[in-house]
């Protein structure tokens, strides 16, 4: 029985803070870290000797701060069009559909924690027999995180391989920035 409650009281805080977010706002915010901290990497070299040149610097502390500010632009412009994506659900009356999804998203990663969580204590010998027979829903989360693991498997692929267009498409838009920066040097 007490399972049961923690399942209740994990799945019902996930979905009332994903309902409360959205799928946009849950998957972008996820997303948005991985995203800018690639992006930092890629383009704050890029940054740094701007910001050099523009302060007539060549302080090793620049590439930090060039480091900073890439990173802080491309959390402001993703969640800027985040905004504006939820802008758009709302005013085609969808918003309903974001809020539901980010609900089942954010109640299955809570569903998840709450499977770990008791497969950890399964293992240390915490949970007794009787428990788990008296649960109506411990054999579904026992078998949850080998249903998500098969899950992952199966897009793994597809996100490796958005990640390396990803990472493709920054290191082209990175190399152009360079050619136009060397270009307007060679003009003046």
């Known amino acids: 029985m007490l399972i049961d409650i923690l399942f209740l009281v994990f799945a019902g805080f ?6 409360n977010k959205g799928i946009v706002r849950t998957v972008v915010t996820a997303f948005s870290l991985i995203l800018a901290v690639l992006a930092a990497f890629r383009f704050s070299p890029f940054v740094t000797e701007g910001l050099m040149s523009v302060f007539n610097s060549t302080s090793s502390s620049m590439f ?4 900073a500010l890439t990173f802080i632009l491309v ?15 709302k005013a085609a009356n969808i918003n309903f559909v974001n809020k539901i999804a980010g609900g089942l998203l954010t109640g299955a990663i809570a569903t998840l924690v709450l499977s770990l969580f008791l497969w950890f ?6 949970i007794n027999n009787k428990a788990k027979q008296q649960s109506l829903t411990y054999e579904s989360l026992e078998a949850f995180p080998g ?20 990472k493709d498409s920054i290191d082209e838009s990175r190399e152009k920035a360079r050619e136009r920066e060397e270009e307007r040097k060679n003009q003046e």
């Open 14 to 19: 996930g979905f009332y803070t994903g309902y």
């Open 121 to 126: 204590g399964d293992n240390a010998g915490l």
């Open 75 to 89: 959390i402001l412009a993703i969640r800027t069009l985040v905004k504006l994506m939820e802008k758009g659900f």
């Open 64 to 67: 930090l701060v060039g480091f």
């Open 147 to 166: 249903v998500v693991k098969d899950f992952a498997n199966k897009v793994k692929p597809k996100a490796k391989e958005f990640y390396e267009k990803t």
